[in-house]
């Protein structure tokens, strides 16, 4: 009898050690990912793709440019419509559930330009979800430079806002809380143009919202 109880002593002692190493190996995680700043993480170089045009997408059927009716269509009536007006263009915000959608007249039509997503049940293009990792969502663009600000680039963010570049301008940044894809149109004949955008928020190391849109500068 007496060898039996130790073994089943020896046996609850070992749980209890295995579980107290757990919670301390999950503290020490949590505690990690809390201080660390991925701004400043050592990335490694590839050859994906910079953002472009056709990664502003909404699941597998709604993108730039689709129709309100194609909208609606997919995703129902929203829980909450307004409309409004901005750079002499009627707008249409249309509201669901941790989605929010921003369509910009087109003839006699409204198109969708802007997208906010705040729910993982939304994916983007190259299957990008809120609650993804965000060193795995770097991962899936372009990385020319392992450390600093840019991950990759033509000219620095300042340009953006220099009439004189009338080039296509196209980045990707990273800082402490988001990280930011652009890429917006050549200046023609003085034309203000169109910038395409890719915004991620991220918290503890993980995508808390995804915003893209492509308007007006």
Same mark, same amino acid.
């Given at each position: 009898?007496?060898?039996? =109880?130790?073994?089943?002593?020896? &046996?609850?002692?070992?749980?209890? #050690?295995?579980?107290? *190493?757990?919670?301390?190996?999950?503290?020490?995680?949590?505690?990690? $990912?809390?201080?660390? +700043? &991925?701004?400043?993480?050592?990335?490694?170089?590839?050859?994906?793709?910079?953002?472009?045009?056709?990664?502003?997408t909404l699941g597998?059927?709604?993108?730039?440019?689709?129709?309100?009716?194609?909208? @609606?269509?997919?995703?129902?009536?929203? %829980?909450?419509?307004? @409309?409004?007006?901005? $750079? !002499?263009?009627?707008? %249409?915000?249309l509201e669901y559930?941790?989605?929010? *959608?921003?369509?910009?007249? +087109?003839? +006699?039509?409204?198109? *969708? #330009?802007?997208?906010?997503?705040?729910?993982?049940?939304? @994916?983007?293009?190259? +299957?990008?979800?809120?609650?993804?990792?965000?060193?795995?969502?770097?991962? %899936?663009? @372009?990385?020319?430079?392992?450390?600093?600000?840019?991950?990759?680039? $033509?000219?620095?963010t300042d340009a *953006?806002?220099? !009439?004189?570049?009338?080039?296509?301008? &196209?980045?990707? #940044?990273?800082?402490? $809380?988001?990280?930011?894809?652009?890429?917006?149109?050549?200046?023609?004949?003085?034309?203000?143009?169109?910038?395409?955008?890719?915004?991620? !928020?991220?918290?503890?190391?993980? #995508?808390?919202?995804?915003?893209?849109? &492509?308007?007006? =500068?």
């Open positions: 009898m007496k060898k039996k =109880e130790i073994k089943t002593d020896t &046996y609850k002692k070992i749980i209890i #050690v295995a579980s107290i *190493l757990a919670i301390i190996f999950a503290t020490i995680i949590l505690i990690t $990912n809390i201080n660390k +700043n &991925y701004a400043e993480v050592t990335l490694r170089k590839n050859d994906k793709t910079i953002f472009s045009i056709a990664d502003l597998d059927k709604l993108k730039f440019k689709s129709t309100e009716k194609e909208v @609606k269509k997919e995703l129902g009536s929203p %829980k909450k419509e307004k @409309k409004y007006e901005k $750079n !002499s263009y009627r707008y %249409k915000e559930k941790g989605l929010k *959608l921003i369509l910009r007249e +087109n003839y +006699n039509d409204y198109i *969708l #330009v802007k997208a906010e997503i705040t729910k993982k049940k939304y @994916k983007t293009s190259r +299957n990008i979800k809120v609650g993804d990792k965000i060193l795995k969502v770097m991962k %899936k663009y @372009k990385i020319e430079n392992k450390k600093g600000t840019y991950m990759y680039g $033509n000219y620095s *953006l806002s220099e !009439s004189e570049i009338e080039d296509r301008i &196209y980045l990707g #940044v990273r800082g402490k $809380n988001e990280i930011a894809y652009i890429n917006r149109d050549e200046i023609i004949d003085g034309e203000k143009p169109n910038i395409a955008k890719l915004e991620l !928020s991220y918290k503890y190391g993980k #995508v808390t919202k995804i915003l893209w849109s &492509y308007d007006f =500068e």
